[in-house]
């Protein structure tokens, strides 16, 4: 029997909708690949890597800036496999190239061996484990697509936290090489046979109402009861309630909300990037110590998944542009009082703003552009769209570096940033949903 036979089977038999088991899959890397190549994570190798090679701290960061300069090549070609093929594939196949390339990185030696090994790791953390897992959330939840949008990334935000906890006591107890190696087959192990097994790419494919509402959760909208008919033919889904426009990718180019998006995610991810890889070095540089510079960074991971929760509360309360220039004045805030920060008390809650918003527009952004343009053609058009998110977290940490030679400090760089958050945080109020399209496309 075919895997979609037996997905299809699984969810006649399941007493709730399926879309869950797909968040559940879809968590699963978003847990346990993403992570390993987050920098929150190489960030602990630093010392013990630099070190014993005796490279530089630039040689070291190079790998991250060439990583995603990949990663911005590859998007758009694995948004189109998304929409075309679905999510299964691409996400086991990404879990398995970051888990190799982890325990390639226990091997490494030369300079060149570990940009061999981290940046295709960096590239598949960037766009396709990025586009496979938001965008099958997306095409099975409408109605309850903030929720299960948060509810992911608070798992992701989870991972974001541990890992490098995780990695730092391995580090501390067995050695780098130890703690790349247990990395990489976690994520091999965890990764790939799940998303393998029970991912797939829209709920009509199996016969399923997106999203259903009334009658419980199960809704199945098939033309026999046969489970294998079902899985080899999938009856046509009327939208309905769920009805959404399903733009192209030619139509949401000559959209003005695509724009104003895409130059907001530039601006947004410049300040996280930039902000969250500085801020302890620079609570370090005001007299901190570096334990307690620790903490607050931790504050600024942590403050996402309360964040999360009160995004997607919101979300179908008040207009998405609104939202996303509120989560972007909270950055704003948090970025400049960071850089005037140098102690605990300040500090703190200027992490957890910080974090707060940087949830919000992670979440945010995710559920705007479903809702904005539909689902049928969602991977190709985030496939356009994520190198400006890419680009602005390439470019963060580079800049907050060059002014602070310059200036000597972080209260510039961060105040910059703040600035630049807010002047975004307007322009993206001027993102009015598209125009709806008349009702011809079925999934």
Not at 415 to 443: C, H, K, S
Request: hydrophobic fraction near 50%; proline fraction near 6%; aromatic fraction near 12%.
């Amino acid at each position: 029997m075919s895997l979609s036979r037996l997905r299809a089977r699984l969810a006649q038999r399941l007493p709730f909708y399926y879309g869950w088991v797909i968040l559940f899959a879809a968590s699963v890397p978003s847990f346990g690949s993403r992570p390993v190549m987050a920098v929150a994570t190489l960030s602990v190798f630093v010392v013990p890597m630099t070190d014993e090679f005796d490279w530089s701290r630039g040689q070291f960061s190079g790998a991250v800036s060439l990583g995603a300069v990949f990663g911005l090549l590859v998007a758009p070609f694995a948004g189109r496999l998304v929409d075309r093929y679905g999510s299964g594939i691409m996400l086991a196949a990404s879990a398995g190239v970051v888990g190799i390339c982890a325990i390639g990185l226990s091997l490494t030696s030369p300079v060149w061996s570990f940009y061999a090994m981290y940046v295709p790791g960096r590239a598949v953390f960037s766009a396709p484990l990025e586009l496979g897992t938001s965008t099958v959330v997306s095409n099975w939840f409408i109605r309850r697509r903030p929720s299960a949008l948060a509810c992911m990334g608070i798992i992701q935000s989870i991972g974001l936290t541990i890992f490098p906890v995780l990695a730092q006591v391995m580090i501390n107890g067995w050695g780098w090489r130890t703690a790349w190696l247990a990395l990489g087959v976690f994520t091999i192990s965890t990764g790939v046979i799940p998303v393998l097994l029970l991912m797939a790419r829209r709920p009509e494919d199996m016969g399923l109402e997106a999203d259903p509402t009334g009658g419980g959760d199960l809704v199945l909208r098939r033309q026999s009861t046969d489970t294998e008919n079902v899985a080899a033919k999938p009856a046509p889904v009327s939208l309905s309630q769920n009805s959404e426009s399903n733009y192209t990718v030619r139509q949401a180019l000559r959209t003005r909300a695509f724009w104003i998006l895409a130059i907001f995610s530039v601006f947004g991810f410049v300040v996280q990037a930039g902000v969250s890889l500085h801020q302890v070095p620079h609570y370090i540089g005001q007299g901190v110590d570096i334990r307690f510079a620790a903490v607050l960074a931790s504050i600024f991971a942590f403050g996402q998944v309360p964040g999360s929760l009160f995004w997607s509360f919101w979300a179908r309360r008040v207009p998405l542009r609104f939202l996303l220039a509120a989560a972007g004045g909270i950055m704003a805030v948090g970025a400049i009082g960071t850089g005037y920060s140098g102690t605990l008390a300040v500090g703190l809650p200027m992490g957890f703003l910080l974090g707060a918003g940087v949830g919000g527009i992670q979440m945010l952004l995710r559920l705007t552009w479903a809702d904005y343009y539909g689902r049928l053609h969602l991977g190709s058009i985030r496939g356009l769209t994520l190198p400006a998110q890419i680009g602005g977290q390439a470019m963060g940490p580079t800049i907050a570096g060059f002014m602070f030679d310059a200036t000597g400090g972080y209260r510039t760089p961060f105040t910059v940033f703040g600035i630049v958050v807010a002047v975004a945080a307007v322009m993206v109020l001027a993102a009015t949903p598209p125009a709806p399209l008349p009702q011809d496309n079925e999934l």
